[in-house]
């Protein structure tokens, strides 16, 4: 992950200098610099040193001319601007990280192998809207309508197995001889009606 933070006018790089700095840049500079330990690029610009790097970059050049300084600092996670006007807290700087972390995991699979996954998932989960969208974008990954077939039907078997095993064990229980249903409770339910035997949860 990348954090790019373009600070207002300072007097130095994080503004925690002087006598008495700021207790928020203090917890911000602190946050920002667990964060590299543990790999993150973190890169700071100071409105005041920096000036040309604001100007670089697009959309922190566009809120300047449109809103002023008034809207710094600006952060810019991976390239696109998440949060303006004020720092981050530590639990958006944990979620950035977090959502970054997936997305470097997606990346790892090509754009032909995500949309199998997609459709597998699609099928299992019983999504028409998603299948709506994965399948044409299969097809423009340039995966054939035979490879799209063969994961449908893959994972219509993985999506069936449950379905088959829960059934079986039904029977099986059923041949065995256990009690005829209703003689006991299946689950903790308030209703008196279930609860007498003339019904099983609903």
């Known amino acids: 992950m990348k954090i790019s933070v373009y600070d207002p006018p300072m007097c130095c790089s994080t503004g925690v200098c002087g006598p008495a700095p700021d207790p928020e840049l203090v917890r911000v500079a602190a946050d920002l610099e667990r964060l590299a330990a543990k790999g993150t690029v973190v890169t700071r610009y100071n409105l005041a040193r920096q000036a040309q790097a604001f100007l670089e970059q697009d959309e922190v050049r566009k809120l300047l001319q449109e809103k002023g300084p008034e809207i710094l600092p600006v952060i810019v996670v991976d390239g696109r601007v998440r949060l303006t006007g004020r720092y981050p807290a530590a639990r958006e700087l944990a979620a950035w990280s977090a959502e970054a972390e997936e997305e470097d995991l997606v990346s790892m699979l090509s754009k032909r192998e995500s949309e199998l ?37 893959l994972a219509d078997k993985v999506k069936q197995t449950p379905a088959r095993k829960i059934l079986e064990a039904a029977f099986g229980l059923l041949s065995a001889g256990t009690e005829t249903p209703g003689t006991a409770p299946c689950c903790s339910t308030p209703d008196p009606e ?4 003339s019904k099983c949860c609903g």
């Not at 299992?124 to 799209?148: D, F, K, Q, W």
């Not at 279930?194 to 035997?197: D, E, I, L, N």
């Open 194 to 197: 279930a609860q007498s035997g």
């Open 117 to 153: 996954v997609a459709i597998g998932a699609a099928i299992g989960s019983n999504c028409v809207p998603c299948i709506e969208y994965h399948i044409p974008e299969a097809v423009r990954a340039g995966l054939t309508v035979e490879e799209i077939r063969a994961s449908i039907h």
